[in-house]
């Protein structure tokens, strides 16, 4: 037996009511710190001592021990009222069989103390209950933010342990003599200590993986809604949550194409690791959907380095730490630059740099929960840094992955952390420098960073522009302190970031209002999940695209077509400055191409539509092509933008050219069309595979690299023999097949706004069946304006808008689209 709870029976005097609390003190057989105590109960259950009770008490004990604990408390304290601590509170005299005692002193907030609350701890003793982490899968709603610390320090629920060391371990320990010296206290209990150790403190944690060898334990889901993956429990000390590792080797990892940009999260129960400090004869336990798996001896572990059952393996997968300072280097300009950086050990640890997450918010959702500051890309955590950052890293072999968006070569190499070592440099290369192409990245729909965490996430992703989005949700309204009216500029200038607003109704569909000067409100409409429960429909799309265009602002279509309502009906009456693409589908893109064919002018943007930590800012992202004799601003960005010199990247970049003309431009061919040059590049960091040529949405022409490759280029004459438009995309095998690891898997493409081309006369083009639809849809937004629609009295009503008849300014531009698209359609004798 390591630890022996002693018999102090025959000196109990009192029961645990004599000890002041919100709830009853523990009392019979406890384990304190994973050891055992032995508690009396009812009348006789513990000593009290000093005051008017007895004078000194013997315990005999008759036995060796490494060491004696002692489960104590005081009744009262004047620490509060200006005493000093150190008081004596009581002598603990240890008298051995040779006859040898010693006195050992009992202070206030030293060997004992009385629970006084927080920043009150005794110095040489610990509470009785242990630090450990909280409940990882429940808790109160309230406790939500809290929660994110994954762990909360022991408070003392009745006692304080406290240890004391026997110098003379080998010789029998004859009584224990306790001598009050005036303060009220008790004694709860005494337990002996058999082992050379201190199971009260440890050295630091250490990552401990685990490997379960039956299959169908090891492919348990770990997640909050099953609650069957691994848990891995220690009684003598701590132990963090379990988090799955990776299941492919290093090798595998390095040569991954999609490097820098996170891999795929293993969601298994195995393998597995946590972070674990213990008392040598701590035992591990490995516990799944309740049931015991397996264990192992702390020490032992330790020892051994890999202990090896028929039901797991169990290895502590570190050999040591250094506090290491880390610079990445811009190799071009022999600078620290901003990027995001990620560190493992060979086994998948994370050792992120100090002030950042391994694993953000305990990988659960972080829907406007913890999203600053770090990015989660399935199974990696990333830190974004400004070119410097310290922190623990593991001896030996270290895995970095660095990346800093799209247009620098991601870093994802092993190095060596050798004993001592506190520096280390990383160097990144530019592959391309697009601003000095004058092409100008930016985010069009971003959701709950700060403006300067916008600013900060968008250094790391070399992104010039931020679009930072006020919106409601429900009755929750996010970055109304942000808003300024005007751009946040960096020192340098390369990044700009506006606060304005994304403006939001539930089928009629969202609005993203760049350069907002003034707030246009109200942000939302009409009931959940946008507007507030029990909301009315006051405003249309149209009449916030209005209110930004009359600040000099820009419009735009966020994740085109969803949701599918008015954005027809604005479209049709030109409201619409750019379409965002949010996901490579076959939908978005059809949509897309239906306006085109009916003959409207939508310059394409990409957005990410960040409203979590498991999306990078800037991952789909806006390029836009600024003239050289304009100097790059918001402005400017906004206005090239509008003139449709854009085009969409998820990770390539991308050239595009018709007979010299550039992307947003319109080439004039004379009667009857004719050939022309079509020339497409694409060059990328992630291997890409399919570029075409789209013209009236289907491809006319394609390159394809079945290995995939850095770069792709295609040249080709097309015949043209009436008015159409050609783009350029990008992407994996048969364009597609390639996803990131964010939470949307979104497709890594890229796809340019159009080149228009006129054929005799101005561009202009109306598919019927694209008008015919263009229609419905207006006639479908009329139908619940007028039949669903929640609407307030009008006799009790006073709206923003001022107008007497509320219904009247509802249909007011639907009835303008269609007046709109029926003079198309007669102009150009279609029928309807």
Known sequence: ??????????????????????????????????????????????????????????????????????????????????????????????????????????????????????????????????????????????????????????????????????????????????????????????????????????????????????????????????????????????????????????????????????????????PAYAEVAAAPSATIALVSNGEAIDAARFGDLVERRVIETPRSRIAIVEQGRNWVETVVIDDAIDRPVPCRVHFRSRDGVPYQPHGHHGHVNSNNGTWHIDIGGDLRLGQISYAYIDGRC????????????????????????????????????????????????????????????STQGSHFEARGEDLNVVNLLLSQWGNLFTNTEEFTGAPSISRDGRTIVWATQENRQHLLGHLTLLGLKEAVYPWCSDGPGEAELGGTLDVTMSHWAD??????????????????????????????????MIRQADYNHLEYYRYLNAGYRLPLVGGTDKMSSDVAVGQYRTYVRIPADEEFSYDSWCANLKRGRTFLSGGPMIEFTVDG????????????????????????????????????????????????????????????????????????????????????????????????????????????????????????????????SPRRPSESTTHHHGEADHQAYLERPFLQAREALHRRMHALGIGH
């Not at 609350?117 to 909280?134: C, E, R, S, Y």
């Not at 100008?440 to 729909?445: L, N, R």
């Not at 077509?561 to 379409?579: F, H, K, Q, S, Y």
């Open 1 to 270: 037996m390591d630890y022996q709870p002693l018999d102090i029976d025959a000196a109990r005097n009192a029961s645990v009511s004599v000890i002041p609390g919100r709830q009853a003190a523990p009392r019979g057989f406890q384990r304190f710190h994973g050891l055992p105590f032995q508690i009396g109960d009812g009348e006789r259950a513990i000593i009290a001592l000093g005051g008017d009770s007895p004078g000194t008490v013997r315990i005999p004990v008759d036995c060796t021990a490494h060491s004696i604990l002692v489960a104590h408390r005081l009744l009262e304290s004047r620490i509060l009222e200006g005493a000093l601590p150190g008081g004596l509170v009581a002598t603990y005299r240890v008298t051995y069989a040779d006859g040898v005692t010693e006195d050992i002193p009992i202070r206030e907030r030293f060997e004992i103390a009385a629970p006084l609350g927080w920043g009150q701890l005794p110095f040489a003793a610990v509470p009785d209950q242990k630090n450990a982490t909280i409940a990882r899968w429940e808790g109160r709603w309230g406790d939500a933010g809290h929660r994110q610390t994954e762990a909360e320090q022991g408070a003392s629920l009745a006692y304080f342990i406290w240890r004391w060391p026997n110098p003379r371990f080998n010789i029998r320990v004859a009584s224990i003599d306790i001598v009050p010296a005036g303060p009220r206290f008790v004694v709860a209990a005494m337990t002996l200590g058999h082992i050379d150790e201190n199971p009260l403190t440890h050295s630091g944690a250490v990552p401990v993986r685990v490997d379960l060898k039956d299959p169908a334990i090891a492919a348990r889901p770990t997640d909050g809604a099953s609650r069957t993956g691994l848990d891995i429990q220690v009684d003598r000390g701590v132990a963090g949550y379990a988090f799955p590792l990776p299941t492919r080797s290093p090798d595998e990892f390095l040569a991954d194409g999609m490097a820098g940009w996170g891999e795929r999260q293993n969601p298994h129960a195995s």
């Open 390 to 449: 310290q922190g623990w890293l593991p001896r030996g072999e270290v895995i970095v992955d660095v990346a800093r968006g799209y247009e620098y070569e991601p870093l994802r190499q092993r190095v060596t952390i050798a004993p001592g070592q506190r520096r280390l440099e990383l160097r990144l290369r530019r592959m391309v420098d697009m601003n000095a192409r004058r092409w100008f990245s930016g985010d069009t729909h971003v959701h709950f960073l």
């Open 547 to 580: 209110a930004c265009r009359a600040q000099g602002g820009t419009v735009i279509l966020p994740h085109l077509p969803n949701p599918n309502g008015e954005p027809a009906a604005m479209i049709a009456t030109g409201r619409v400055d750019g379409v965002e």
């Open 661 to 788: 003309q550039e992307i947003g431009d319109t080439l004039r061919l004379t009667p009857g069309g004719g050939s022309v040059e079509v020339v497409a590049r694409a060059t990328s960091t992630i291997p890409i595979h399919t570029l075409q040529i789209v013209e009236r949405g289907q491809v006319v022409a394609q390159t394809d690299d079945a290995a995939g490759s850095r770069r792709l280029e295609l040249r080709t004459r097309l015949t043209i023999e009436r008015h159409s438009w050609l783009c350029a995309r990008v992407s994996g095998p048969g364009y597609g097949g390639i996803t990131h690891h964010d939470c949307w898997t979104r497709g890594v493409f890229a796809h340019t706004s159009p080149i228009y081309l006129a054929v005799g006369g101005e561009w202009e083009m109306a598919d019927s069946a694209g008008l015919q639809y263009m229609l419905t849809m207006v006639d479908g937004s009329l139908k619940y304006i007028r039949d669903l």
